[in-house]
């Protein structure tokens, strides 16, 4: 029997048994209908560094109430810009509104890949966000934000192209000293704020083998959209 | 008769009525400048018959087309779609839209002009400029989302340098706040038009000195990637 063909035979199975519970209470009618038991939604979350030579940071991964953690056009929170500008997840993370979350546990290099499961039950709302600096960068970043999970049925899946971000937070001077990937060893966080401070897609790097010749970047840490690729499918 | 032949003609009935009631429809456009450092001029934003269109990738660009890639000046192209009855909505920014902002251009369409097409120069650039080319409007009420690549008009050689914005006038016009913006005393990219026909922009280069150098560009700012502009199309009935 095909696995397909089994499971119909189960859930004919069930229903029967339901309707012979209904039948059942038919002299209880006055009784409360039991809460129905949660069922529980699992999400795994596969990101692919498709870069030439940019490792992503250890990715941040949340299933959150509606909310979106960035926005083109608007401000960097403080817990975004210490991703992007150091690679450091832990403020993205512990942001409001999470109903589960997970971190990668290294970066993910170029050509790599790394995926996450997520478990929250049916009764949230649950809203995706998915975010990684770009570590041979002054503050670049890449990622999806608030997106929807409701419209998900088991075994269906969605592949995303992600673009890159600048935070706006630092200039992208990529000179020595400002860079924390292993293309310089710099800098990350830093709190003060010398660029655009509004986020925006990414210009891209230029590197000193192009017309910037106090960069410490080469021609391979340039890149193009899309810099990553993102599969999102529900397991449960 | 087997699934796949049911579903095609599932299809093919879906499609003749969409054809059947292709109707006025209320459009919302929402479009937003993605760039870090990319201004666009005044925005045409037309919806017109499939039949139409502002500009075609591999042809040559219309005297229009050249006016607004390479001064912004859309007067040209505003006219060409009245000619043809398009629904059109000139310069919704009320000037410059400058990176990252968003502006919102609403009308409601003719009957027949179910295509959408938007441009705007960008700034600074010789003739670059922000396009979409006869998107179908969807006839079914929704919100779409469309991305939006930068073209090079192919009419002006990229020497990234200031000088004029009338067509056929070297150089990159500068007004306000461009003008602060921009270096200056380049010597010039390039005098060499490489490509004559409308096609994808190759990019700023720009560099990294505001006072001489080969362009007056700053190339860690005012370059960008694709996609540079984000639509955004709410339609209701």
């Not at chain 1, 990684?132 to 890449?142: G, Y």
């Not at chain 1, 020595?176 to 210009?203: C, K, L």
């Not at chain 2, 040209?76 to 410059?96: F, K, Q």
């Amino acid at each position: 029997m095909k696995l397909s063909m089994l499971r119909n035979v189960v859930i004919v199975g069930i229903g029967t048994a339901l309707l012979a519970a209904c039948d059942h209470n038919d002299n209880n009618r006055n009784m409360p209908e039991p809460e129905p038991e949660p069922v529980m939604l699992t999400y795994e979350v596969t990101i692919e560094n498709i870069s030439a030579a940019q490792p992503l940071s250890p990715v941040a991964v949340l299933l959150h109430s509606d909310q979106t953690l960035w926005q083109v056009g608007e401000s960097a929170s403080e817990a975004l810009e210490v991703l992007a500008e150091g690679g450091d997840n832990s403020d993205m993370l512990a942001v409001d509104g999470t109903l589960a979350t997970e971190s990668g546990s290294a970066p993910v290099g170029p050509g790599s890949n790394e995926s996450y499961q997520l478990t929250v039950s049916d009764e949230q709302s649950a809203y995706l966000s998915v975010v990684t600096m770009l570590v041979n960068t002054n503050d670049a970043f890449t990622g999806i934000t608030n997106k929807a999970l409701s419209d998900l049925a088991v075994n269906d899946s969605m592949t995303m192209m992600l673009p890159v971000y600048d935070a706006g937070t630092e200039a992208n001077s990529e000179a020595a000293g400002t860079i924390p990937g292993p293309a310089d060893g710099g800098e990350g966080f830093n709190a003060e704020r010398d660029d655009a401070d509004t986020v925006s897609y990414h210009p891209g790097v230029v590197s000193s083998q192009d017309t910037l010749p106090d960069s410490v970047l080469m021609a391979e840490h340039r890149f193009d959209n899309p810099v990553a690729r993102l599969i999102i499918t529900r397991v449960e | 008769m087997t699934r796949s032949n049911l579903s095609r003609l599932l299809l093919s009935a879906v499609l003749a009525g969409t054809a059947v009631q292709a109707h006025a429809v209320d459009v919302e456009v929402e479009i937003q400048n993605l760039t870090r450092g990319i201004y666009f001029t005044p925005l045409l934003v037309t919806a017109h018959t499939p039949d139409q269109s502002l500009f075609n990738v591999g042809e040559a660009a219309s005297t229009e087309l050249q006016a607004m890639a390479e001064g912004g000046d859309i007067s040209g192209l505003e006219t060409a779609a009245m000619a043809i009855s398009a629904d059109i909505v000139a310069n919704p920014a009320g000037g410059l839209l400058l990176p990252t902002a968003t502006t919102t251009a609403t009308f409601t369409t003719s009957d027949s002009n179910t295509s959408l097409s938007i441009v705007a120069m960008l700034l600074p650039t010789n003739d670059g400029f922000v396009g979409l080319n006869g998107w179908p409007i969807p006839q079914q009420a929704g919100t779409y989302t469309v991305y939006l690549n930068a073209y090079d008009a192919g009419t002006e050689a990229n020497d990234e340098i200031r000088g004029g914005g009338s067509p056929g006038a070297p150089g990159m016009p500068v007004p306000p706040p461009l003008e602060d913006l921009i270096g200056t005393g380049g010597s010039g990219v390039t005098t060499t038009i490489s490509n004559a026909m409308v096609h994808i922009h190759p990019g700023n280069i720009g560099d990294a000195d505001m006072m001489s150098g080969q362009s007056d560009i700053q190339n860690t700012v005012q370059r960008w990637l694709n996609p540079v502009a984000k639509v955004t199309v709410t339609v209701t009935e």
